[in-house]
């Protein structure tokens, strides 16, 4: 079953038209029919916008985009299927797709397209949306490289590759051990750029952009554009075309997001137990900020009688894939989990996510609650708070430029109330510019400290069911 996420999304600041199919976007034959296997009719607006501007002009020109879409929103399939046309309707480049074995040896493969992710869990499962969407094209080959794999498997699904998925370390070791050239690279796409940067990929997507110097086109596509990613994107690609969809301040319209403040871990401990048992709850995740906090959370969960798994970078990559099947074949109510399942867990049935921990960066909040309300469904967004995290929950909420709105259950309620916090006299986050404002009553601190190191961060219509990821 594709997993290739079928929502709309909300809000475009582009104008489009109002009624296009794909055959109108001008995909090859081969790939409409494979849209049209999965049920898909009608793409959705950022599909609508990359599409065509990520396809030549005049057969030859190559335009690089920059692409910020809320999560959810078809990304994947909004660079997936421009850069599979591509390859199905061009000459195949000399020397390119090598990999087979000769003489005992493996040749080094030379992909004519390498798509980088984050994480294990997006490449695979941007991998197997380009197979889906292959499926009817024979003549192209997908190989995914992650680390966690044996060397020899990994070289086994190399053979031959056209389209490789990576990530970025485990793509240079074998680069570097001659088994891939990138000489032949003809497009380079970067999957949620943001979150490589904050897993220290820095280095690593230089070397890749220095090895794939020749290439025609660079696309990047996230669901934010920090300034460190703008940073990025001039050190590696041309003039490049930005396209906004939906920016992190716009609401996530089919989810609730609610606020929760918590006097100290007890208590946030008990509202979390208390919206687990909530009827309402299909699957949920819950973030914790560390790892030692992910496995001591979900194993207290256990003992308390849910059917709860942590999932965290430090495992076994095959530990991480028997969890996630699980959580996908709904074995698993809960999964406990640090950042790394931000990015790249689609999961329909997740009706809930929690934010246990509060992310180190506020734009890890956006893709975080982008877990929940997928494939057109709506979803709930809780966010528990100590009074110590106040200057994390400004930021977000100067990120989203509104507050969360805050809630609190009968019998949990806060020993504190606050007053209502990061508003200005305009009824924004931090009025006048700021983020902040508002204290807390019993003597708590003012707006002042609660500004210290909050600072700024640069950042509808209902959801189809009717596009792919």
Known sequence: MS???????AGAPVHLPSSLSFADLGLDAALLRAVADLGFTAPTPVQQAAIPAALPRDGELWSDLMVSSQTGSGKTAAYLLPLLHALLTAAPAAGASQGARRGGRWQ????????????RELTQQVAADAIDLLRHARRLRVAVVVGGLPYAQQLQRL??????????????????????????VRHLVLDEADRMLDLGFAEDLAAIHALTAARRQTLMFSATFAPRVQQLAAGIMREARQLTLATPQQRHAHIEQRL??????GHKRRLLEHWLRDEALQQAIVFACTQVECDALAEELQQAGFAAVALHGAMPQAVRQRRLQALREGRVQILVATDVAARGIDVPTISHVFNYGLPMKAEDYVHRIGRTG????????????????????????????EPIPEHTVAGLEPRQRPQPHGRGASGR????????????RNGGPGAARRLEGAGHRAGGTPPRRHAPR
């Open 3 to 9: 997993r290739l996420d079928r929502e709309a999304a």
């Open 260 to 265: 929760h403040w918590c006097d100290d871990a």
């Open 108 to 119: 080094p493969a030379r992909p004519a397209a390498l798509v980088l992710c984050p994480t």
């Open 429 to 440: 986050p931090g009025g006048r510019g700021r983020p902040g404002g508002g204290g807390w």
């Open 159 to 184: 053979q031959g590759a056209d389209v490789v998925v990576a990530t970025p370390g485990r793509l240079l070791d074998l680069q570097r051990g001659g088994h891939v050239q990138l000489d032949a």
């Open 374 to 401: 997928r494939a057109g469904r709506s979803g709930v967004a809780v966010t528990m708070a100590e009074p110590r995290d106040r200057r994390r929950i400004a930021a977000i909420e100067a990120l989203r430029r």
